[in-house]
């Protein structure tokens, strides 16, 4: 019998400077030659690469953690989309603000951990992160439970530089987000993604229309109050008032009917992925939003190294072939189970029908 395939994994092979000069280049901000905009492409695409390592220790301690809290905790994890790396970086190149260097990019790789109640969103993130073991360096901590972003977003975020001390030091100071987030808190942040990607809007970034910023604030704060927390800042703070604000956005904006709209659109595939098998690890899922031909595209691919690093090839290719197409979006993911994909990303899904089962149960209250 053949021994099993060690496992490789793609390490940085630039340097600091040579990263932030590709930063640079991908992002607009630095003019060069064709010659020179393929090598920057080339560092970008080993730089990103190489975050698949520390990822995978993340996302397997993030998992026992969790699952010691809760069972029903959903663990997924992905590399950073190369357009939001791109949009990113160009943010804060167009907003004057201090450009955002490649290298110090804290979020290329992330894991996140649903929690069935933000009580134990709330453990989680205490007993186990800021009180646990872990011998990594946490460089960024952010409680976004108790302080919300303006725009209504809620969770908990942590940054670590991955280290160690053996034979995996090619990874140290290598960046790792973990956000750990209520089954609440991530129907609300997959609504707005889905809104952000059928209306065209960047809410995720702060640059989405008013009455729609507006109604999501509305509902995060509906949804804060459902937790035991404050209602947010510049948001009513009596729950009838709030209700009633959040019923008339709705109806100007139609939001439940745009949402249902596009669940509609993808139910077929939904109700096949029932039974889709359990060997596949990594997923890619390409989501096409062409007027009148709204499709969804999974692959599937195994559990092996070599399946692995057909995926992440092929995530490349993809990219690359869609690069400015705004009606195009894909992304390559890692989880257990296609239960799991399909919880943990519901925007490629359409999945918005818990969400709405939320936001008619405040409707229907002020009825």
Request: hydrophobic letters at 35%.
């Given at each position: 019998?053949?021994?099993?395939?060690?496992?490789?994994?793609?390490?940085?092979?630039?340097?600091?400077?040579?990263?932030?000069?590709?930063?640079k280049v991908i992002s607009g901000q630095k003019k060069c030659s064709e010659?020179?905009?393929?090598?920057?492409?080339?560092?970008?695409?080993?730089?990103?690469?190489?975050?698949?390592?520390?990822?995978?220790i993340f996302q397997m301690r993030l998992k026992q953690y969790a699952e010691?809290?809760?069972?029903?905790?959903?663990?997924?994890?992905?590399?950073?989309?190369?357009?939001?790396?791109?949009?990113?970086?160009?943010?804060?190149?167009?907003?004057?603000?201090?450009?955002?260097?490649?290298?110090?990019?804290?979020?290329?790789?992330?894991?996140?951990?649903?929690?069935?109640?933000?009580?134990?969103?709330?453990?989680?993130?205490?007993?186990?992160?800021?009180?646990?073991?872990?011998?990594?360096?946490?460089?960024?901590?952010?409680?976004?439970?108790?302080?919300?972003?303006?725009?209504?977003?809620?969770?908990?975020?942590?940054?670590?530089?991955?280290?160690?001390?053996?034979?995996?030091?090619?990874?140290?100071?290598?960046?790792?987000?973990?956000?750990?987030?209520?089954?609440?808190?991530?129907?609300?942040?997959?609504?707005?993604?889905?809104?952000?990607?059928?209306?065209?809007?960047?809410?995720?970034?702060?640059?989405?229309?008013?009455?729609?910023?507006?109604?999501?604030?509305?509902v995060s704060s509906a949804f804060s109050d459902m937790e035991g927390y404050?209602?947010?800042?510049?948001?009513?703070?009596?729950?009838?008032?709030?209700?009633?604000?959040?019923?008339?956005?709705?109806?100007?904006?139609?939001?439940?009917?745009?949402?249902?709209?596009?669940?509609?659109?993808?139910?077929?595939?939904?109700?096949?992925?029932?039974?889709?098998?359990?060997?596949?690890?990594?997923?890619?899922?390409?989501?096409?939003?062409?007027?009148?031909?709204?499709?969804?595209?999974?692959?599937?691919?195994?559990?092996?190294?070599?399946?692995?690093?057909?995926?992440?090839?092929?995530?490349?290719?993809?990219?690359?072939?869609?690069?400015?197409?705004?009606?195009?979006?894909?992304?390559?993911?890692?989880?257990?189970?296609?239960?799991?994909?399909?919880?943990?990303?519901?925007?490629?899904?359409?999945?918005?029908?818990?969400?709405?089962?939320?936001?008619?149960?405040?409707?229907?209250?002020?009825?």
């Amino acid at each position: 019998m053949a021994k099993p395939r060690k496992l490789t994994w793609d390490k940085p092979e630039y340097t600091k400077a040579e990263v932030n000069w590709a930063g640079k280049v991908i992002s607009g901000q630095k003019k060069c030659s064709e010659e020179e905009e393929e090598r920057a492409i080339k560092i970008f695409e080993n730089w990103r690469a190489s975050h698949n390592y520390p990822l995978h220790i993340f996302q397997m301690r993030l998992k026992q953690y969790a699952e010691d809290l809760d069972t029903s905790a959903i663990i997924a994890q992905r590399l950073k989309r190369a357009p939001s790396i791109i949009n990113k970086l160009q943010r804060k190149y167009e907003d004057n603000s201090p450009s955002m260097r490649l290298y110090q990019m804290q979020d290329i790789g992330g894991c996140r951990a649903i929690m069935s109640s933000v009580e134990l969103a709330k453990k989680l993130f205490e007993k186990k992160f800021i009180k646990g073991d872990l011998r990594h360096k946490k460089s960024g901590e952010k409680n976004y439970i108790i302080t919300p972003k303006k725009d209504g977003y809620r969770s908990f975020h942590l940054v670590y530089d991955y280290f160690s001390d053996k034979n995996r030091k090619m990874f140290n100071d290598l960046k790792i987000e973990v956000q750990i987030r209520s089954r609440l808190q991530h129907l609300w942040a997959t609504a707005l993604e889905t809104i952000d990607f059928i209306t065209k809007q960047a809410m995720k970034f702060g640059r989405g229309r008013k009455e729609w910023s507006e109604f999501f604030l509305l509902v995060s704060s509906a949804f804060s109050d459902m937790e035991g927390y404050p209602f947010l800042e510049n948001t009513p703070q009596n729950k009838k008032e709030l209700y009633t604000k959040i019923k008339q956005k709705e109806n100007e904006l139609k939001a439940i009917d745009k949402l249902k709209a596009f669940t509609t659109a993808f139910r077929e595939y939904t109700e096949k992925s029932k039974d889709k098998k359990k060997e596949a690890k990594f997923f890619l899922l390409e989501l096409s939003m062409v007027e009148n031909d709204k499709r969804l595209i999974i692959t599937e691919y195994g559990k092996s190294e070599k399946d692995k690093e057909k995926a992440i090839k092929h995530y490349g290719l993809k990219e690359k072939e869609h690069k400015n197409d705004p009606d195009y979006d894909v992304v390559l993911v890692s989880v257990d189970d296609v239960k799991d994909l399909k919880r943990a990303y519901p925007k490629y899904f359409a999945d918005t029908r818990e969400f709405i089962a939320q936001l008619n149960k405040i409707i229907e209250e002020i009825n």
